[in-house]
């Protein structure tokens, strides 16, 4: 598809800020786009060809072409394959480049909040379980991820059903430390935390655990991840996309954020000091 695309633009004898001009996109937009850094929906693909006169056949394989690529399923071990630090390093790259980050988690904390003990537990207990001698690495790529929390300039929305606050999948005195870390971050102005309570009046049904990385409506890419427990889905159609958005912001509707999330996680954590 890249390789395409920049052959369109090449015969057309346009540079790259001359394509972006007549589309109307970022210069930054069409150098990802045929550099394969972004995958265009195939609206895009259509307009790519029609600004460079594409013939007509053409237009309509590449329409067909970045259809098919829109949601693409690989297996885990296969996602796995480059080492755990090569994937969490491409996440980190899709997460800085994205305006915002939105992920819901059923029953574990959300992966962005997570402190080493919880990281590494969920490291441990994984379907595709990293060997020992290489869970150090794996968890230090993860937790290099949080660095972008501190640009401002971005927001996240990170929310979780009540589970996630309560089950023990580390030990109590570690999981103190990590239901404190989520009343740090939720202090925080451009990152909000929410947790769906188990009697919480629920507008939509929770489903599975998903990341929203970046919006369709702001960004040059985005994408929704998800996982099964033998495959990794990702979704690039801006149609989609915009649907997990929205239900994403039905599901956060019904979590409880700001001072009463806090003092509910200070109960929680008053309650680990008795066990």
């Known amino acids: 598809?890249?390789?395409?695309?920049?052959?369109?633009?090449?015969?057309?004898?346009?540079?790259t800020t001359q394509l972006a001009d007549r589309l109307g996109w970022s210069q930054s937009k069409v150098?990802?786009?045929?550099?394969?850094?972004?995958?265009?929906?195939?609206?895009?693909?259509?307009?790519?060809?029609?600004?460079?006169?594409a013939p007509n056949e053409l237009r309509t394989r590449l329409r067909t072409l970045a259809g098919d690529a829109a949601v693409e399923f690989t297996e885990r071990r296969k996602v796995l394959a480059p080492g755990p630090r090569r994937v969490q390093q491409e996440i980190q790259r899709l997460e800085e480049a994205a305006s915002v980050v939105r992920v819901f988690n059923t029953n574990v904390v959300v992966g962005l909040a997570q402190t080493r003990a919880y990281v590494e537990a969920m490291f441990r207990l994984g379907r595709n379980r990293t060997p020992p001698e290489h869970l150090g690495e794996a968890v230090d790529s993860r937790l290099a991820r949080q660095?972008?929390?501190?640009?401002?300039?971005?927001?996240?929305?990170?929310?979780m059903g009540e589970a996630a606050v309560r089950r023990l999948v580390i030990p109590p005195a570690d999981m103190r430390v990590q239901l404190e870390r989520l009343v740090e971050l939720s202090e925080q102005p451009n990152i909000a935390v929410g947790v769906i309570r188990f009697d919480a009046v629920e507008r939509e049904h929770q489903y599975d655990d998903y990341s929203v990385i970046g919006d369709p409506d702001l960004d040059d890419e985005a994408i929704v991840?998800?996982?099964?427990?033998?495959?990794?889905?990702?979704?690039?159609?801006?149609?989609?996309v915009r649907e997990y958005i929205e239900h994403f912001a039905a599901l956060r509707a019904a979590a409880t954020e700001g001072e009463p999330l806090r003092a509910f996680l200070r109960e929680l954590v008053a309650e680990l000091d008795s066990i």
């Open 31 to 53: 150098s990802k786009s045929e550099r394969g850094v972004t995958l265009p929906p195939p609206a895009d693909v259509d307009a790519w060809a029609l600004a460079t006169s």
């Open 147 to 159: 660095a972008t929390l501190a640009d401002r300039s971005k927001r996240f929305e990170l929310v």
């Open 225 to 240: 991840s998800a996982s099964t427990v033998t495959r990794t889905l990702r979704i690039r159609s801006a149609a989609e």
């Open 1 to 15: 598809m890249a390789e395409a695309l920049r052959g369109l633009r090449e015969q057309a004898g346009l540079s």
